[in-house]
């Protein structure tokens, strides 16, 4: 008999940190990670790892062959800025890698006649606002709502949730006995900002540079306007966000894909509320035009009643409690 786990790909970035060891503090089961990079120290006692690309099809067939996938994971992804230097790597491994990953759900659960779960971070790049005007107009998105990703990773993000969708709800559509599918939930994830790693590649991490910048007593420019605003969230509700939609049953959820928000900032409002905490915060402002202008293509917030509703997501941290009480104290303690 395979062992019954939850495979987290992309285990070793800043989601999968934050998410390893939540499960293991709730003692939620057994985990199987895969990361191109080696599992941190810390959390090696918590996960069986494997190294490797979600590429790799042939490594993926062999998990296959020892473990009966539960519920997959799937964090791995290049992101918005690293993407567009390597736009057709991206779509290797943000379109590709999540098929072969859907391709293997959707015969598990054809296998074990009992749908895999499939937890998908998607994004606010997932949206794309033509100019700011329009931005300003609408300032709260709905999930439909100008779906015109200009970036490969915001376009690779749209796409996925379609094809997780359809796995979820038309696949095999014309085959005469419709099969058992796959349960596809996603979530669209504002900038996350954690207290304890930095992120690599984002286009929404001038928040959290700026604010380890001040921790660690280092000057700062941001590479956006004062005025550049989008919405952003803790890691820990991050991590809520995704157990919440696990969690929630079936028949409760009408749409599978979510938008979960916390707070929408500007730079300026970001700068400010660093600098309430680190009054020496040396912060100035060399906008980067390339990276300013996809910035400018994210809402300034989105609107995520249909989570509240359907399944009780509220964040436990809005902008001052994410400051006061999870961030500051923490990078405090870590940069000690
Ligand atoms: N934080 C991501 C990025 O900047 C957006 O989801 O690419």
Same mark, same amino acid.
């Given at each position: 008999?395979?062992?019954?786990?939850?495979?987290?790909?992309?285990?070793?970035?800043?989601?999968?940190?934050?998410?390893?060891?939540?499960?293991?503090?709730?003692?939620?089961?057994?985990?199987?990670?895969?990361?191109?990079?080696? @599992?941190?120290?810390?959390?090696?006692?918590?996960?069986?790892?494997?190294?490797?690309?979600?590429?790799?099809?042939?490594?993926?067939?062999?998990?296959?062959?020892?473990?009966? +996938?539960?519920?997959?994971?799937?964090? /791995?992804?290049?992101?918005?800025?690293?993407?567009?230097?390597?736009?057709?790597?991206?779509?290797?491994?943000?379109?590709?890698?999540?098929?072969?990953?859907?391709?293997?759900?959707?015969?598990?659960?054809?296998?074990?006649?009992?749908?895999?779960?499939?937890? +998908?971070?998607?994004?606010?790049?997932?949206?794309?606002?033509?100019?700011?005007?329009?931005?300003?107009?609408?300032?709260?998105?709905?999930?439909?709502?100008?779906?015109?990703?200009?970036? @490969?990773?915001?376009?690779?993000?749209?796409?996925?949730?379609?094809?997780?969708?359809?796995?979820?709800?038309?696949?095999?559509?014309?085959?005469?006995?419709?099969?058992?599918?796959?349960?596809?939930?996603?979530?669209?994830?504002?900038?996350?900002?954690?207290?304890?790693?930095?992120?690599?590649?984002?286009?929404?991490?001038?928040?959290?540079?700026?604010?380890?910048?001040? /921790?660690?007593?280092?000057?700062?420019?941001?590479?956006?306007?004062?005025?550049?605003?989008?919405?952003?969230?803790?890691?820990?509700?991050?991590?809520?966000?995704?157990?919440?939609?696990?969690?929630?049953?079936?028949?409760?959820?009408?749409?599978?894909?979510?938008?979960?928000?916390?707070?929408?900032?500007?730079?300026?409002?970001?700068?400010?509320?660093?600098?309430?905490? +680190?009054?020496?915060?040396?912060?100035?402002?060399?906008?980067?035009?390339?990276?300013?202008?996809?910035?400018?293509?994210?809402?300034?917030?989105?609107?995520?009643?249909?989570?509240?509703?359907?399944?009780?997501?509220?964040?436990?941290?809005?902008?001052?409690?994410?400051? /006061?009480?999870?961030?500051?104290?923490?990078?405090?303690?870590?940069?000690?």
């Amino acid at each position: 008999m395979r062992k019954k786990v939850t495979l987290i790909t992309g285990a070793c970035g800043e989601i999968g940190h934050a998410l390893i060891d939540h499960l293991a503090e709730q003692k939620s089961g057994p985990i199987v990670t895969l990361d191109l990079q080696d @599992m941190h120290d810390a959390q090696r006692k918590k996960v069986a790892h494997v190294k490797g690309s979600i590429t790799d099809k042939a490594l993926l067939e062999q998990l296959v062959s020892e473990y009966e +996938f539960e519920q997959i994971i799937h964090l /791995a992804a290049l992101l918005s800025t690293r993407a567009e230097f390597s736009p057709s790597l991206a779509h290797r491994v943000n379109v590709e890698g999540t098929l072969l990953l859907l391709d293997i759900a959707a015969e598990q659960s054809e296998f074990r006649q009992k749908p895999v779960q499939f937890l +998908f971070p998607s994004s606010i790049a997932a949206y794309g606002m033509p100019d700011l005007e329009t931005k300003a107009a609408h300032p709260k998105v709905k999930e439909w709502e100008w779906n015109y990703p200009t970036t @490969m990773y915001g376009a690779n993000k749209l796409y996925c949730e379609r094809l997780g969708i359809y796995y979820s709800e038309h696949f095999k559509q014309l085959a005469e006995e419709k099969p058992v599918m796959l349960d596809f939930r996603s979530v669209r994830f504002p900038g996350l900002i954690s207290a304890f790693t930095v992120p690599s590649g984002g286009t929404s991490d001038y928040g959290p540079e700026m604010l380890h910048a001040a /921790a660690q007593g280092k000057a700062y420019a941001c590479f956006v306007r004062p005025d550049s605003a989008i919405p952003f969230m803790a890691m820990p509700d991050a991590i809520q966000a995704l157990i919440g939609l696990a969690a929630a049953p079936a028949d409760k959820l009408t749409q599978r894909v979510y938008n979960v928000t916390a707070f929408s900032l500007t730079a300026e409002g970001f700068r400010d509320e660093v600098a309430k905490h +680190f009054p020496k915060a040396d912060v100035t402002y060399e906008p980067h035009l390339k990276r300013q202008g996809i910035v400018d293509s994210w809402p300034v917030d989105t609107d995520d009643h249909k989570a509240r509703k359907d399944w009780g997501w509220a964040p436990d941290y809005d902008q001052e409690r994410c400051f /006061a009480e999870y961030l500051v104290p923490n990078i405090r303690a870590r940069y000690a």
